[in-house]
Structures are given as C-alpha cells and as structure tokens.
C-alpha cells in the first residue's frame, strides 16, 4: 500500500510563540504537565545539547510500517523550516529509519531535528551537527527493506507521549517533552514565569541560604 499524506493539517502555531519556548527547559514543561507527556527517557540525544539549541519545532509524523521508511521521505518533503520529524517506528531496534543522506536532506530544508521512537545510523556524522538534534531510542547499521508504506501527518506514539502533527517537540538534555498545541498559548507565560523563578531560587542558594528556606521546606522532627 503506498504511502498515505494526511491531507487535514491543523493552523501552525505562531512563531513568535514557539520561539519563546526555547528559554524554557523540559523539566519545567514536564513538572508544569505533571509528566503527562514526557516521553520515555530512554529516547536519548545523539550528542549533550548543553551551551547549544534544544530540539523545538512544530511536528510532522510519519508512522512507519516494519523496515519500511517511505513515511520518512515524504514526511521530509512536507516539512517546513523549524518543523520536527517524528518517527514512529515502534520501537524497532532491528532497522534504522533514517540516517546521513536524509538527514542532510532535512538538514538543508531548515528542519529543526528528528525524534524517533526507532532506530537511526550514521551517527558519527548526525551527532555532529549543532543545527540539527537528533534524539532516538536505537542505534544500528542495518537500512531499511522498503519505502512504499506509511502515514504521514497521522497521530502517533512515541515514548509513551502522543503526538499529533503540531504539537509542540521540545527537547533538551533531560529529555523530550510533547506540548499539545492547544495548551501552547496558555502554558509558555506559566513555563517562563517558572524558569525566571528558579533563577531566583539559584541566586538565593549562592548567596548561602539554606534549600530548606529557599523551597520552603516544613521542619523536621528531631528525636
């Protein structure tokens, strides 16, 4: 069965809006979300992200059948600058979905990086790249059979999360968290007002005060 585009695709959310996210970490998001959508934490970066960008962007799924990519190419070829590509690839370790030459492909269009629930090769050249994150479940070096199946734009699961093209992808070196994209608007001010407290809470502890008073924690009793 050749590989189905999902036609409905929901507005985009603003770009001002995702950008904002980007001085926000995962950690708040998850704590905020209650880890409602964090997923798995044995999807990893290919590379420590620290000092540099994280993984933001807008979603574009492709649901793999087994060691078929076609979804890949074509959800590639959908994908806007700044977008995400997630691979559902059901967790395979047996075969990488993508690897160098679609990777550059995705690369050169803008594409913000890859989160795979699956397999990826060709790492020594994809965790070199500071403008492009991957983050992925496997590694191995065995390709795909086929690439003629698959949905593109279609809901999927990763790590546990769902994820519907647009949802938010924001991931750093903690992790990977999913943003639904109708809670995008009303989540990011309570996201930054968080992050600026705990850079309060950091400028309090180095000036010597105790975690006890900074996070207000209750006494103990002693005895």
């Known amino acids: 069965m050749p590989t189905r585009i999902v036609a409905e695709t929901p507005p985009r959310l603003s770009a001002d809006l995702i950008k904002r996210f980007s001085a926000v970490p995962v950690a708040v998001v998850v704590d905020l979300l209650e880890g409602r959508t964090q997923v798995d934490p044995a999807i990893r970066p290919l590379r420590r992200i620290a000092g540099g960008p994280s993984l933001l962007g807008s979603a574009v799924t492709a649901l793999c059948d087994p060691k078929d990519y076609g979804a890949v190419h074509h959800a590639i070829a959908v994908a806007e600058a700044g977008d995400v590509v997630v691979i559902d690839g059901g967790g395979r370790s047996d075969v990488a979905m993508i690897g160098d030459l679609l990777s550059t492909a995705a690369r050169r269009k803008g594409i913000a990086g890859l989160l795979a629930d699956a397999a990826v090769r060709d790492t020594g050249i994809l965790g070199g790249w500071d403008d492009f994150a991957v983050f992925t479940r496997h590694v ?33 070196d903690d992790g990977v968290v999913v943003i639904p994209r109708e809670a995008a608007e009303g989540l990011i001010a309570k996201a930054e007002e968080r992050a600026q407290a705990e850079i309060g809470w950091e400028k309090r502890l180095s000036a010597g005060e105790t975690t006890l008073a900074v996070f207000g924690v209750p006494d103990a009793i002693r005895g």
């Open 140 to 172: 191995t070096a065995r390709g795909p059979a086929s690439k003629d199946g698959g949905t593109v734009n279609a809901p999927v699961t990763i790590g546990g999360a769902s994820v519907r093209p647009g949802d938010l992808i924001l991931g750093d």
